[in-house]
């Protein structure tokens, strides 16, 4: 595993930790965005050394707001050391790729990153893309797919070969940015309607190497990445867009299960699930507690993985 992704799940695992802490009762306090309100980390016993696909299916239990910044993230993990993750969005953004032109507003798609490479010609879309730094160099496909209320199946698979210079025997760091100048592997993400068996390209992504080696450790979270939370007693924000009072936060029921690499089940090592975690910078100059806004049951006889957030919304079914 390489020091970003390292330090990543160091931060996540030490914040939750201490977040998991707080008191049942509500504080008076706020929680800044992004949100996890769930990060569940599987770990496999060993890395899979000739990575052909990965697949996880995703049921989603109950109808989720439009107007609501909610990102189911099931596959955050490392190929060849270069970190990625996928999932679907409510709400994204990206650059439509037939225009040109920068779009603010992409309604529940799917999307696929990875990091250390800036180049366009590392991605192959038909709906939208990013090549930016704001969270670090990377690149990423989205594109529409009108998920709602269902069941969905995830799957990231090898879809092309790339000559050019071999990377072995080569320093993993100089294989970053190094479209153009060493081979690469085409990845390609798609996304399922089980129930209409619609399959939706989401894009691909080139990655270094011909063989691919996928790491032994995936994080999937659960986020809401765009309203500050208000845990005040009262709703203190009822006029500003940018809050939301902790007891309005929709309920969601999300079941993952089917966990499938290069086509076979799998048994993993471990399996454990933090809640609360923020990574805003501000976080940690509000002291107050705040209450765990979510739920989580795994059973490791079918991999399945039940998950609640919004549980403290009195109206949720």
Not at 35 to 51: A, G
Not at 158 to 181: A, E, L, R
Not at 209 to 222: A, P, V, W
Not at 303 to 310: D, F, K, P
Request: aromatic share 12%; charged share 25%; net charge positive.
């Amino acid at each position: 595993m390489n020091t970003r992704t390292t330090c990543i799940l160091t931060i996540l695992l030490i914040s939750s930790c201490k977040i998991l802490q707080a008191q049942s009762k509500p504080a008076d306090s706020i929680i800044l965005p992004p949100l996890h309100y769930t990060n569940t980390f599987y770990q496999l016993k060993e890395d899979v050394e000739n990575f052909q696909s990965i697949s996880i299916d995703i049921e989603v239990k109950n109808y989720i707001p439009k107007n609501y910044y909610f990102y189911i993230a099931p596959l955050n993990l490392e190929f060849n050391e270069i970190p990625i993750y996928s999932g679907l969005q409510t709400k994204g953004d990206g650059i439509d790729f037939k225009t040109n032109q920068q779009e603010n507003s992409i309604p529940f798609n799917g999307i696929f990153s990875r990091w250390n490479e800036r180049n366009k010609n590392a991605l192959k879309t038909t709906g939208y893309y990013i090549s930016s730094d704001t969270e670090g160099d990377f690149i990423s496909v989205r594109n529409p797919i009108g998920w709602n209320k269902g069941n969905y199946r995830i799957t990231i698979k090898k879809d092309g070969y790339v000559p050019g210079t071999s990377i072995q025997n080569v320093d993993i760091d100089k294989t970053y940015f190094s479209w153009g100048k060493y081979e690469h592997t085409w990845l390609t993400m798609t996304v399922e309607d089980l129930k209409s068996h619609t399959i939706t390209t989401i894009g691909s992504l080139a990655f270094p190497g011909k063989k691919i080696r996928m790491n032994k450790n995936i994080l999937s979270f659960l986020e809401q990445y765009r309203y500050t939370i208000d845990f005040a007693e009262k709703p203190r924000f009822k006029e500003d867009s940018d809050y939301l009072y902790y007891k309005d936060i929709p309920y969601i029921k999300i079941i993952q299960k089917n966990i499938l690499i290069n086509g076979n089940p799998v048994t993993f090592e471990k399996v454990k699930t933090l809640h609360n975690n923020t990574v805003h910078s501000e976080q940690e100059t509000i002291k107050k507690t705040f209450p765990i806004l979510s739920t989580d049951q795994f059973t490791a006889k079918n991999n399945e993985l039940i998950l609640e957030t919004g549980i403290l919304n009195p109206n949720k079914k």
